[in-house]
């Protein structure tokens, strides 16, 4: 047999060779005498191209050969790659890039505590007033990203992950859609009208076994759909395994016909809305109130998104992300370039925002808070300052202000608002925090904060900052498979390299929703572990005890500051307004 194999080679070799040569000939042809795009061609015709080959490969290729520039160091990174398999974390001999910026380093106890005589209360109670205050199980949130921006399949990733381990999930500006409720998996008699419930048929299980047994699960459900509905948003359906059915929300159902308590099964959500009202708009693009309440009553707390750093000029998705699916859950038009106002309908001016805070509160009896970028103090201030004679007017408030760093994320934004609009994380959580303390508001408003957080030592530094919470993207991302090849855009050839971050049906089938879910609750699992760690080591038996006191800094010129007030008093120059 490889006689014969080796005589075929021969015999087709030199075939294959010339006319692996001709094809060089033609391009070398083209390139210099034909085509007029690229002048390296015309110079260097063929070998030229190699120069777009290793552009196009540098991003995807760049975090395994270059040093880390993002993150403090490329342990960090690992970190969060091995809490999301579950390995043991541990470094020999030395880090290996030095945390040489400035950093805040935590003061350790001199009778530290055992891991154990840390408790395992990790609870943050958000809108203590409401009728139904939320009381999150942990303080790490996985910051907004909307299915749309994530493949479909990215999202019930991070639902099951939430469902499994119980941190936070922010639905992003895309709103709630059925790949949030994932884990809902109705009982097969189920006969409730908030649910469109399509039941199986012959063809279809016999389909789905056959699939499943000499193929995969993946292509099975997908096959399933194709039988069972055949058309354009057949993805909008969740397939739910115990019932062998698929099913979406009815949202044309009245409004008592919605389950009165959330399905205990789903994770805790925070639903985010935009200035694109995407989820809770009627068909003439306004406020819809009874759509809202529905959507509440699977959602924990509302967020309203008034600014995100990267994003001022408000949010964008690419029309190659815009498929039927993400058109009828936001209610747009497919395959258009969708461009969120940039301005919030109901935030003229701060009372007429906090008046709508109010009514949100109102209706769904739930903790409403917004989201903010931080970029002067004086503003901030004057914000807090109207907020606390609110307070004693007897008029809403938010319950929690989140506040963002001008990156990135799943989607795409300006580079020239990259990291040029708005403070970075630890000075806007510092301007916040003392804002909040100097008006009186510290227990009615919780902080979330988010950017750059992956970390347990970076929780501990911010929680001891003044914040309740930190809001998680990329360490969730990479710990659900993220490669860091920043193709998350969607425009041009960017196209998420793993299945994550695109809508295109050839990467997402990669992507497998099971195992990634566990990864991230892999991770966030380890986030509260490493958390009570550094917590037994600074000799606190809970979070609570944290405070600003616990923290030193050191810059990068070796200067020390034990006492952190005084560092950001000669950092940030403060003004007032008299």
Not at 308 to 315: I, N, V
Not at 512 to 524: C, D, F, G, I, L
Request: aromatic share 10%.
């Amino acid at each position: 047999m490889l006689a014969k194999i080796w005589v075929f080679l021969e015999i087709v070799t030199p075939y294959v060779l010339s006319l692996f040569f001709l094809g060089l000939i033609v391009l070398f042809i083209y390139d210099r005498y034909i085509q007029r795009k690229h002048s390296l061609l015309v110079n260097y015709p063929v070998i030229g191209r190699f120069r777009y080959l290793f552009e196009a490969l540098r991003e995807p290729l760049r975090q395994y050969f270059a040093e880390e520039n993002f993150y403090e160091s490329r342990d960090k990174v690992d970190w969060v790659y091995k809490a999301a398999k579950d390995v043991p974390n541990y470094k020999s001999f030395s880090v290996d890039q030095p945390f040489s910026e400035d950093r805040f380093i935590v003061k350790h106890a001199t009778n530290v505590l055992n891991d154990n005589e840390v408790s395992d209360d990790m609870t943050v109670t958000y809108g203590k007033t409401r009728e139904y205050p939320y009381v999150a199980k942990t303080p790490i949130v996985r910051s907004a990203m909307s299915d749309g921006a994530l493949s479909p399949e990215a999202v019930r990733a991070f639902s099951l992950g939430a469902a499994l381990s119980g941190y936070t999930l922010n639905t992003g500006e895309g709103g709630l859609t059925s790949n949030h409720l994932y884990t809902l998996n109705p009982a097969p008699d189920d006969n409730v009208e908030y649910l469109e419930i399509i039941k199986s048929t012959p063809l279809a299980d016999t389909v789905f076994k056959l699939l499943e047994k000499f193929v995969n699960r993946t292509y099975a459900i997908k096959a399933y759909r194709k039988v069972l509905l055949n058309k354009r948003t057949a993805n909008t359906y969740i397939y739910g395994q115990d019932a062998n059915v698929l099913f979406r929300v009815n949202w044309k159902a009245p409004l008592s016909a919605f389950p009165k308590e959330i399905p205990a099964s789903l994770p805790d959500m925070i639903f985010q809305m935009s200035s694109g009202l995407y989820g809770v708009r009627d068909e003439h693009g306004n406020f819809d109130e009874e759509r809202y309440a529905k959507v509440m009553t699977f959602c924990r707390m509302t967020e309203i998104k008034i600014a995100q750093g990267a994003k001022q000029t408000g949010g964008k998705l690419a029309g190659t992300k815009v498929t039927a699916d993400i058109a009828y859950y936001r209610g747009v038009e497919e395959g258009k370039d969708l461009f969120s106002p940039n301005r919030f309908p109901y935030a003229d001016t701060p009372d007429h925002l906090l008046d709508f805070i109010g009514r949100l509160q109102e209706i769904s009896k739930k903790p409403v808070g917004v989201k903010i970028v931080i970029s002067d103090e004086n503003m901030i201030d004057k914000l807090a300052e109207r907020v606390a004679e609110r307070k004693k007017e007897g008029l809403p408030i938010p319950d929690f202000i989140t506040v963002d760093s001008g990156e990135g994320g799943s989607a795409t934004a300006p580079l020239e608002l990259m990291e040029s609009v708005g403070l970075n994380t630890v000075n806007a959580l510092y301007v916040l925090d003392s804002a909040l303390r100097r008006h009186g508001l510290k227990d009615d408003i919780k902080i979330i904060i988010s950017g750059k957080i992956l970390t347990p030592d970076d929780v501990i530094i911010m929680l001891s900052l003044g914040a309740d919470a930190v809001g998680i993207a990329r360490g969730f991302m990479m710990s659900g498979g993220c490669i860091r090849a920043r193709m998350c855009s969607g425009y041009g050839s960017h196209k998420c390299p793993v299945g994550m971050a695109t809508q295109d049906p050839k990467k997402r089938a990669s992507y497998m929703v099971v195992k990634q879910a566990y990864q991230m609750s892999n991770y966030h699992n380890n986030l509260i572990k490493g958390m009570k760690m550094m917590l037994a080591v600074m000799g606190f038996d809970h979070k609570s005890k944290l405070g600003k006191k616990n923290l030193t800094f050191r810059n990068r010129n070796g200067e020390i500051f034990f006492d952190v007030e005084e560092y950001f008093k000669s950092k940030l120059h403060i003004y007032r307004d008299h």
